[in-house]
């Protein structure tokens, strides 16, 4: 009875792969960089989230059971240009979770796998405007409602994402995104569950979700060096909130906005090789947890 009170104790968790992709550094899906034709770019990044209060819906609690919420990500991450105007990117993170406090333990494992395609629309004398399609899913056989320590949200999603930059001649820029994130089912390991009303079945049907973020930043040293301040955000278009005292669900309503920044520096003469730090807070939200996001990585383009 104890280990089970735990269990229906714990809180939702923030979103996963979307987290860390946002805090990548070299090309990912929500920047305005295009590889040039031919051109490969690889990296890696380590993402540490740390949360010790979180959202049950609107209430703002901390958890004994849980103590500190840990998640770490170890995130590969390739871009290759097929024309100067076509990217192609792939992603595969590893995730571990474990919390501070109570009896529950962490998970580990391969987490989404992720693919987009990312093209420039129009390109003028300041402005860039691109479109990018893509699709993540489960990479390995993980408990999707093993909240809040499962490792993602158990489902396939195709996302659809516009990207609007403005640079300036000295290297300022600003850059605004938005993404519409489309879900499948996701399959629990049991028959019965109950959100707003019981369900005797194994498919849980996944809200929908709207990602969206404003950057302003600047290149600077020849487009050596570069610093950005970000704010983005999540909204799902459904799902309902964490009831009181019960654990998480995968289709929980989740909001969050979050402030962030981030510096990347490419090594002269070649700058081939690229180092980049991020952190970011968030700010407000609902059934997700308040977590500072620290991210550090290291990417390396073949031309």
């Not at 240009?81 to 990217?87: F, M, V």
């Not at 693919?115 to 300041?126: F, G, I, N, T």
């Not at 570069?226 to 955000?233: R, V």
Request: net charge positive; proline share 4%.
């Amino acid at each position: 009875m104890k280990n089970k009170f735990l269990y229906r104790s714990l809180p939702a968790a923030l979103l996963l792969l979307w987290l860390c992709v946002q805090s990548a550094g070299a090309q990912t899906p929500i920047d305005a960089i295009l590889m040039p034709k031919g051109g490969l770019c690889i990296g890696i990044f380590y993402t540490q989230d740390n949360w010790n209060e979180y959202w049950e819906g609107t209430l703002k609690r901390d958890n004994g059971n849980v103590g500190v919420l840990k998640r770490q990500t170890v995130l590969p991450m390739v871009a290759f240009g097929l024309t100067d105007r076509i990217n192609v990117l792939a992603a595969l993170p590893w995730v571990r979770t474990h919390a501070t406090a109570g009896q529950i333990r962490g998970a580990s494992g391969l987490q989404d796998w992720g693919v987009w395609v990312k093209a420039e629309v129009l390109k003028a004398e300041h402005l860039s405007l691109q479109a990018a399609l893509g699709a993540t899913g489960p990479a390995s056989n993980y408990l999707p409602d093993y909240f809040p320590l499962n490792l993602g949200l158990g489902n396939v999603e195709g996302t659809a994402r516009a990207i609007a930059q403005y640079r300036l001649d000295n290297g300022v820029y600003t850059r605004l995104q938005a993404g519409y994130h489309l879900r499948g089912n996701t399959t629990i390991e049991r028959n019965y569950y109950y959100t707003t009303q019981g369900y005797y079945s194994d498919q849980v049907d996944m809200p929908n979700a709207v990602t969206y973020s404003f950057a302003i930043g600047r290149w600077m040293n020849d487009d050596a060096f570069k610093a950005e301040i970000i704010y983005d955000g999540l909204h799902t278009t459904g799902g309902h909130d964490i009831r009181r005292q019960d654990v998480g669900f995968p289709s929980n309503r989740m909001i969050f906005q979050r402030l962030g920044a981030s510096l990347q520096y490419y090594f002269p003469p070649s700058q081939k090789i690229g180092l980049f730090a991020s952190g970011g807070y968030v700010l407000n939200g609902r059934n997700v947890g308040q977590s500072t996001v620290l991210t550090g990585g290291v990417s390396y383009q073949f031309n």
